[in-house]
């Protein structure tokens, strides 16, 4: 299967991490019900290193992967302040070069808003 460029809205991966994955099912559900992704992939057992107010930090963390389009994004980025359990969040968007045609068409219905409003 070849994969084609994505179709307008692009597609895009946007990565973040959370404590727990209790924490990551609760926001990739409440943005699935949202229409805000298409997908959440929980990769738990990541080891976070970084810097917070000042001090080099270590934590334990879940990473996700959420799929969803460049039109989407902006929605996506204030579901984040409502819904996200950090005070900051690591919200980085990935620009998708290509994919499976059939695999991006579904993700672009997935986050396409119901025209009534319901999900």
Do not use: N
Not at 17 to 44: F, I, K, M, Y
Not at 77 to 99: C, I, K, M, Q, S
């Amino acid at each position: 299967m070849a994969a084609t460029p994505p179709p307008s809205p692009a597609a895009i991966v946007v990565l973040t991490t959370v404590a727990s994955p209790d924490d990551a099912t609760a926001l990739v559900a409440a943005l699935l019900d949202e229409r805000l992704v298409a997908c959440g992939t929980c990769l738990p057992a990541a080891r976070s290193l970084y810097r917070w107010q000042g001090a080099r930090q270590e934590a334990a963390e879940v990473v996700i992967l959420l799929k969803t389009t460049t039109e989407r994004l902006d929605a996506l980025e204030r579901a984040f302040t409502r819904l996200h359990p950090y005070d900051v969040p690591e919200l980085l968007a990935l620009p998708v070069a290509a994919g499976a045609a059939p695999y991006l068409a579904w993700l672009a219905s997935s986050v396409t808003p119901a025209p009534d409003g319901a999900p």
